[in-house]
């Protein structure tokens, strides 16, 4: 079977999705090529030459093509169009085929997904559920990589958080926590594992700035009245 794969955001940041796709289909003796929106004007004759056709929207600014790619026969999901698609367990479990990208040195996943947060203008936990929850170990996409991108949307909010901590650390790769850390949930266990590993820059997530007081400042001040 002939697989094309359309990065219709194509934001030089690698879909996870359709590398996951890539490597399911590969697996199985398919040949896949992916395809960038710009593919989309030669029109709709370019695609007939597919078996099968996938699309990934992330943003809904894109919204347009990726319907215009469904008029067209094609299976396109994302959070651009739908924010309860989801891959099949087959498929979500496989380790993502970086080669879609030409990536060789760089490994990109989830060890955990959900927010408790809530934030008025975040999607994920409409998206990924108000709870922080792990969904894989570092071991099912990551295989000796020197760069980890980790797109956890708060990874400390997990129970396993501590465990997961260890493996990103024993991995010795650099560790880029794409979406920041939760400041309001380190400890000093925390704060030394994360010492442990290498990091080039730690970013803190300050959604919005009139937070000024969290459960724990409150507690400390109630502690001392």
């Not at 901590?165 to 926590?177: K, T």
Request: negative net charge; hydrophobic residues 40%.
């Amino acid at each position: 079977m002939h697989v094309g794969l359309v990065d219709i955001d194509s934001h030089n940041f690698p879909n996870l999705c359709l590398m996951k796709l890539s490597a399911w289909h590969m697996a199985r003796g398919d040949t896949v090529e992916l395809l960038s929106p710009n593919d989309i004007l030669l029109g709709m004759n370019l695609f007939k030459q597919y078996d099968k056709l996938y699309g990934a929207c992330v943003f809904t600014k894109n919204r347009e093509v990726a319907e215009k790619l469904m008029e067209w026969g094609a299976e396109v999901g994302g959070s651009g169009v739908d924010l309860t698609s989801r891959l099949p367990d087959e498929v979500e479990s496989m380790m993502p085929d970086y080669s879609l990208y030409g990536i060789d040195d760089t490994a990109y996943g989830f060890l955990t997904r959900g927010c408790p947060r809530c934030c008025p203008f975040c999607i994920v936990a409409k998206k990924e559920g108000a709870a922080s929850r792990k969904v894989a170990e570092l071991s099912q996409w990551w295989s000796g990589q020197r760069y980890i991108k980790l797109l956890d949307p708060n990874l400390l909010a997990a129970a396993e958080a501590d465990s997961l901590l260890e493996q990103l650390c024993s991995s010795g790769a650099y560790i880029d926590f794409t979406q920041g850390i939760d400041a309001r949930l380190l400890n000093e266990r925390r704060i030394d594992l994360l010492l442990e590993m290498r990091i080039k820059r730690l970013h803190f997530a300050w959604d919005n700035p009139r937070d000024t007081n969290t459960q724990r400042s409150e507690e400390r001040r109630v502690g001392k009245e």
